[in-house]
């Protein structure tokens, strides 16, 4: 599985992004998918995940009520709109294919994407 995240870039706090990824292959919709963030010199941390068809959806506490994850089965891509953006959300973020264990936890997805960057000016 091949995937390739984009819409990253800079915004002022309070503002929106879409970060979108799209997925190689047929069978995107047999995928749990997740987003993780990375800030240098700590650990990668779970943002988001959804469910296969896109019925059950997980948040990191610190992003509910801000950000949306969502699927398009029929294009292969996995979205994290983000809303009310904060200085602290600036971060790499990276989207990952769910391999097994709990969705909370790095080790438990098997697939990642290369990461594109997120800066949230104050």
């Known amino acids: 599985v091949q995937l390739q995240a984009s819409g990253g870039g800079l915004v002022q706090a309070g503002g929106s992004l879409r970060l979108s990824c799209a997925a190689s292959g047929r069978t995107f919709s047999s995928y749990v998918m997740g987003w993780f963030r990375q800030v240098p010199g700590k650990e990668r941390d779970f943002v988001a995940a959804?469910?296969?068809?896109?019925?059950?959806?997980y948040y990191a506490d610190s992003v509910k009520g801000r950000f949306t994850i969502s699927r398009d089965n029929a294009k292969s891509t996995v979205y994290l709109q983000m809303n009310n953006l904060k200085p602290e959300d600036t971060a790499v973020y990276y989207c990952a294919v769910y391999g097994g264990g709990g969705y909370y936890h790095r080790a438990s997805y098997d697939y990642w994407g290369q990461g594109t960057q997120v800066t949230v000016s104050s």
């Open positions: 959804i469910s296969r068809i896109g019925g059950s959806t």
